[in-house]
């Protein structure tokens, strides 16, 4: 039997990156003849972000928009988008597809090979980023990664890439327990599924820095610090052996006539808008 896939895509303000990223995956989906669906989750823009999806939902009934109740952040607009998601490989990438998504290939293969969470890094083969980020970044993130070894014990050498990829069941495990919602998200995530034997696969993928970014490394840095030290707080108090943690407004409601994940849905003729 052939697996679905969802892709979950977050976010703020992206209106012009969503232009061009999301016929991207659209043809991705087409060439691989995927089973799929497209989950944009719209963290409370002010620019036109929604109305562009809404636009391509026009042409692809299987691009799904996930509104949030107003900014919350990367960490959850994603936990929204995942716990939203139907398919059973579940994956979120950045709206700028920094890591092409054709990348995603690699982190499908970690999975079918036994991994229950794939990982996209910049750093196993870091001869593969068409652009680096600029230096004080590259400090920032090797301070973050020590302390995330110390505190977490945490050993991958990138926790930070907005590419990863889960299977349903490992994304039900790690997602309904998710606490942090903004930058600091993802050594949570990855902490979660070591704290219940999921196998994390780390894979190489090519990366290139977007100038756009915004993330600062200051303010985000020091935020992203104490969410580290919330998440080891969190299982000291024993949290995160709660069967879960959603707040109220981002459980999933299932749709009364869902559309199936099909593959002629997002075929690439029809993905031009």
């Known amino acids: 039997m052939a697996l679905s896939y969802s892709f979950v895509v977050p976010a703020y303000n992206e209106s012009e990156r969503l232009t061009v990223s999301l016929p991207k995956i659209f043809a991705y989906v087409g060439k691989r003849q995927l089973a799929s669906e497209i989950i944009v989750v719209n963290d409370g823009s002010s620019d036109d972000?929604?109305?562009?999806?809404?636009?391509?939902?026009?042409?692809?009934?299987?691009?799904?928009?996930?509104?949030?109740?107003?900014?919350?952040?990367?960490?959850?607009?994603?936990?929204?988008?995942?716990?939203?998601?139907?398919?059973?490989?579940?994956?979120?990438?950045?709206?700028?597809?920094?890591?092409?998504?054709?990348?995603?290939?690699?982190?499908?293969?970690?999975?079918?090979?036994?991994?229950?969470?794939?990982?996209?890094?910049?750093?196993?083969?870091a001869e593969l980023q068409t652009e680096r980020q600029p230096w004080y970044r590259q400090l920032y993130g090797r301070f973050f990664n020590l302390a995330l070894r110390v505190t977490l014990g945490l050993k991958f050498r990138d926790t930070q890439c907005g590419f990863k990829a889960f299977t349903k069941t490992a994304a039900q495990t790690v997602f309904t327990r998710q606490r942090i919602e903004r930058w600091g998200f993802d050594p949570e995530l990855l902490f979660l599924a070591n704290k219940f034997q999921l196998r994390t696969a780390e894979v190489p993928v090519a990366w290139a820095h977007d100038h756009r970014s915004k993330i600062s490394p200051l303010r985000d840095g020091i935020r992203m610090g104490l969410e580290m030290l919330a998440v080891r707080w969190?299982?000291?108090?024993?949290?995160?052996?709660?069967?879960?943690y959603v707040p109220a407004e981002a459980e999933a409601k299932p749709a009364p006539a869902p559309v199936p994940l099909a593959k002629e849905a997002l075929s690439p003729e029809t993905s031009d808008i």
């Not at 709206?95 to 982190?107: C, G, N, R, V, W």
């Not at 969190?234 to 879960?244: F, R, T």
Request: zero cysteines; glycine letters at 10%.
């Open 49 to 125: 972000t929604a109305a562009v999806v809404r636009g391509f939902m026009q042409q692809n009934a299987n691009v799904r928009l996930v509104e949030n109740p107003g900014n919350r952040g990367k960490g959850y607009s994603v936990r929204n988008g995942m716990l939203h998601a139907r398919g059973d490989i579940v994956m979120f990438t950045d709206a700028d597809l920094s890591s092409p998504i054709d990348e995603a290939e690699k982190l499908f293969a970690a999975l079918e090979q036994g991994a229950d969470v794939a990982i996209g890094s910049r750093w196993l083969r």
């Open 234 to 244: 969190n299982d000291l108090q024993g949290l995160y052996k709660l069967p879960s």
